[in-house]
C-alpha cells in the first residue's frame, strides 16, 4: 500500500482521532484519579498502575480502531463495511465534540486540582501558624535594578541584613528567607503574601548600584488592604550602606510601634570591598554546592583580610566549615571543626549579642562531640534570637534525646517560616520516634505537598506503615524511594518483618557491605530490629568510637526501646558525656 493510500485508509477509519480521543480520556481517567486518591487515602501507587495500564492498552486500541468499526447494527469488521461518505461525517463529528468536550472537561478538573492544593498548603500554614502577632513582617527580596542586572547577590544581601536585623527584635515576628523570598520574580499581591505568610506587613523594595554609589528604594505596605503605610529613597556612596540599614530598620519599627530597645546589634564594616566580598560569599552558600561552598570560603577569607573586625564574616566563614564539612566534605573533620570553632569564637568577640554565630558554635561543638558546651551556646542563640526560624530549627534538631521539646521548637520554626518544607519532615520525623502515627503521618503529607517527588519521603511512609502492620502498604512506598542508602535500609526492616528471611538477610548482607563502614549507628539500629541486642551494642561502642555524627539522634529510634533496661545502654550513655537534661533513657 503507497503512502497517500495508507494515510487515506486511516483516515477513512478514524485511527488518528481515535487514538487522540483515547489520550485526551486517559488524562481525564488520571485527573480524576489523582483528586480521588488522596480524597479516599488510598495508596499512590494506584495512579502508577493506571497509567502503565492505560500505556499498554494504547496499541491495543490503536490496532482495534483499525480492525473495527461502530455502526448502528454494531460492532463490524472496517473491511466488510461498505464507505459511506455521510456515517463517515457523522462519525467524525462525533469523535470531534468527544475530544474537545472531554479535554474542555479535563481542563477543568486539572484546575480544581491545583487551586485545592493550594488550598489545602494555605489551610495547613493556617493551622501550622496558630500563634496571634499583633506586629509582624515579612522582608521580600529586593529587585536587583542595576543597568546590567548583575547585582543579585548584593540585593539579596541587603535585604536579607534587614531581615537579621529586624529578627533581633523579640516583640516582632518576622518571617524568615525561604518563605520571603519564594515570592522572588513572583507578581503576588501583598494582601495574598499576608494571608499565606500571616504577616501584617511587608518590606520591600529595588537596589541600584554604579560603582561605589547606591540607591535603595524602600517601602512598608499593609498586608491588611495593600496600602503603602512609608516609603523612602536612599541615594548614598556605598560606605554609608550600615547607617541606610539602620534608618530603614528605624522607619520600620517606628511604623509598627516597636521600640528597639537597646536590642540591635551594630557591627558595621569599615571597608565597602570587604562588605561587597561578605555578600558575594553568602550569595555562594545558597547555592548549596560543593563548588559553591570552596568559592564561598575563598571569598570570605579575602573579605576578612580587608576588614577582620566584622563579625557577620568571621560567622560565615564558621557557617561554611560547619556545613561543607558535614554535607560536602571540603575539609577533614579534624581540620574543618577546630577552624570553625575558632571563626564562630571570633565572630561572638566582635559581637558579643550574635545569635547566629552562638548557633554556628553549638552545631561545630556537636559535630566535635563536646555536647555540653553545644547545649549551652545554643541556649545562648535562642535567647538572643527567639524568632529566627535558621536558629530555632537549628535547636529542634539538637535536642538529645527530647524529643518533645524538639515538636514544640519545629512547630514554632514552621510558625516563622511556614514554607520550609525540611521543618514538616523534620517534625514528622520526630513524631514518628514517638509512635505517634498519625501525627507524623499528616506532617509528612505536607511535606510532600511542596516536594511529592523528593527522597527519603517514601522511606518514612514506609516506616509508618509498618509500625501499623501494613506490610503491604509498607512494600508499596518502599518501592518508590529512589535513595540507594534509604531503599536498602528500608527494605532490610520490611522483609524482616515479614518473615521473609532469605531475603532479608541478603538485603542485611548488602547494607552490610555498602555501609557499615559509615554508618554504624544505623547498622546497630538493624540489629536491634532484628532481636540481635548483643550486636546491637557492639555496634553502638563502635559508634562511641569513631564519634558518629547520627548516633545522638539514632539512640532515639524505637528500635532500641528493648535495650533500655540493660546496664549497658546506660554505659553507653554515660560514655558520651552529654547534657545534664538529656532526654535518653536511662
Do not use: C
Amino acid at each position: 500500500m503507497k503512502l497517500n493510500d495508507y494515510l487515506k485508509e486511516l483516515q477513512r477509519r478514524h485511527v488518528v482521532k481515535a487514538g487522540l480521543a483515547y489520550l485526551v480520556f486517559s488524562w481525564l481517567l488520571v485527573q480524576v484519579l489523582s483528586i480521588l486518591i488522596p480524597a479516599f487515602e488510598l495508596s499512590t501507587s494506584l495512579l502508577k498502575t493506571a497509567i502503565i495500564i492505560l500505556a499498554i492498552i494504547f496499541p491495543i486500541w490503536l490496532v482495534f480502531s483499525w480492525v473495527y468499526n461502530f455502526t448502528p447494527d454494531g460492532l463490524k469488521k472496517t473491511e466488510d463495511i461498505e464507505y459511506d461518505a455521510k456515517s463517515h461525517a457523522k462519525k467524525n463529528s462525533f469523535l470531534n465534540r468527544f475530544i474537545i468536550g472531554t479535554l474542555l472537561v479535563a481542563i477543568a478538573l486539572l484546575i480544581v486540582n491545583q487551586v485545592r492544593m493550594k488550598n489545602e498548603m494555605t489551610e495547613i500554614i493556617s493551622v501550622m501558624n496558630k500563634t496571634d502577632y499583633e506586629s509582624s513582617i515579612a522582608v521580600m527580596a529586593f529587585a536587583d535594578m542595576s543597568p546590567n542586572k548583575d547585582h543579585e547577590y548584593f540585593s539579596d544581601g541587603i535585604s536579607e541584613e534587614l531581615l537579621n536585623f529586624l529578627a533581633k527584635i523579640p516583640e516582632l515576628k518576622v518571617i524568615s528567607r525561604t518563605s520571603s523570598f519564594s515570592y522572588k520574580d513572583k507578581d503576588t499581591k501583598a494582601v495574598e503574601i499576608g494571608k499565606e505568610l500571616s504577616v501584617s506587613h511587608i518590606l520591600e523594595g529595588s537596589i541600584r548600584k554604579s560603582g561605589n554609589m547606591i540607591r535603595i528604594t524602600a517601602q512598608l505596605i499593609n498586608t491588611k488592604d495593600g496600602s503603602h503605610e512609608w516609603s523612602e529613597t536612599y541615594d548614598r556612596n556605598l560606605d554609608s550602606i550600615f547607617k541606610i540599614q539602620d534608618e530603614i530598620a528605624a522607619q520600620v519599627t517606628n511604623q509598627l510601634q516597636i521600640s528597639l530597645l537597646g536590642k540591635r546589634s551594630i557591627v558595621n564594616s569599615n571597608n565597602a570591598e570587604s562588605y561587597n566580598l561578605y555578600l558575594q560569599a553568602k550569595h555562594l552558600t545558597r547555592q548549596n554546592t560543593k563548588k559553591g561552598y570552596i568559592e564561598a570560603e575563598e571569598k570570605i577569607k579575602q573579605a576578612i583580610a580587608l576588614d577582620s573586625t566584622y563579625a557577620p564574616s568571621w560567622q560565615l566563614l564558621a557557617g561554611i566549615y560547619d556545613t561543607g564539612f558535614y554535607n560536602f566534605s571540603i575539609r577533614e573533620g579534624d581540620e574543618a571543626i577546630p577552624l570553625g570553632i575558632k571563626a564562630a569564637q571570633k565572630a561572638i568577640e566582635l559581637d558579643p549579642i550574635s545569635g547566629e554565630a552562638y548557633a554556628s558554635l553549638a552545631s561545630l561543638y556537636d559535630l566535635a562531640w563536646e555536647f555540653e558546651k553545644s547545649a549551652k551556646n545554643m541556649n545562648k542563640a535562642l535567647e538572643l534570637n527567639p524568632n529566627n526560624a535558621v536558629i530555632v530549627g537549628t535547636a529542634a534538631l539538637k535536642n538529645f534525646g527530647n524529643i518533645e521539646k524538639a515538636i514544640e521548637l519545629q512547630k514554632k520554626a514552621i510558625q516563622l517560616d511556614p514554607l520550609v518544607y525540611g521543618n514538616y519532615f523534620n517534625l514528622g520525623f520526630a513524631y514518628f520516634r514517638l509512635n505517634r502515627l498519625e501525627e507524623a503521618e499528616e506532617a509528612f503529607k505536607t511535606f510532600a505537598i511542596y516536594y511529592p517527588n523528593w527522597q527519603i519521603y517514601h522511606y518514612m511512609m514506609a516506616r509508618i506503615r509498618l509500625a501499623q502492620n501494613n506490610i503491604e502498604g509498607a512494600r508499596e512506598e518502599i518501592e518508590q524511594e529512589k535513595h540507594d542508602f534509604f531503599g536498602i535500609y528500608g527494605r532490610n526492616f520490611i522483609e524482616f518483618a515479614a518473615g521473609n528471611s532469605e531475603e532479608s538477610d541478603k538485603l542485611f548482607a548488602e547494607f552490610l557491605n555498602k555501609f557499615s563502614s559509615t554508618d554504624p549507628s544505623n547498622v546497630a539500629d538493624l540489629y536491634a530490629f532484628r532481636g540481635n541486642y548483643e550486636k546491637a551494642f557492639d555496634w553502638l561502642k563502635i559508634a562511641v568510637e569513631k564519634k558518629d555524627p547520627v548516633l545522638t539522634e539514632a539512640l532515639t529510634y524505637p528500635s532500641f526501646k528493648p535495650m533500655h533496661s540493660d546496664s549497658r545502654w546506660k554505659q553507653i550513655i554515660n560514655s558520651m558525656n552529654l547534657p545534664a537534661n538529656h532526654g535518653y533513657s536511662m
